[in-house]
């Protein structure tokens, strides 16, 4: 880690690593050649499978990594704050 990287905050570089996974999933589901049907699932989740098992392969436990999908999922509406896509019109009442 240079000097440079040593001054910015932990909590920068978690965030940073975190916009630029998003960054390029959605980078390889835009470029994917082939159809759903073709890759037998979804891009995103076959990602996020590899994703598991990475996880898994760099020694966290099955239960850390199912806990912390768990409470993405679940943080995730707060998020989006009624929102199923970034950019979508909130759903609710119209008046």
Known sequence: MTDAEQEVPWEVHQV?????????CRELQESCPYSTDELGSPVLTRIIEH???????????????????????????RYAAGEERRGDPPKGPKT
């Open 16 to 24: 940073t690593a975190s916009a630029n996974f998003g960054l390029r």
């Open 51 to 77: 994703l598991a098992t990475e996880l898994w392969d760099q020694s966290f436990s099955q239960t850390e990594i199912i806990s912390a999908f768990r409470a993405a999922i679940r943080d995730l509406p």
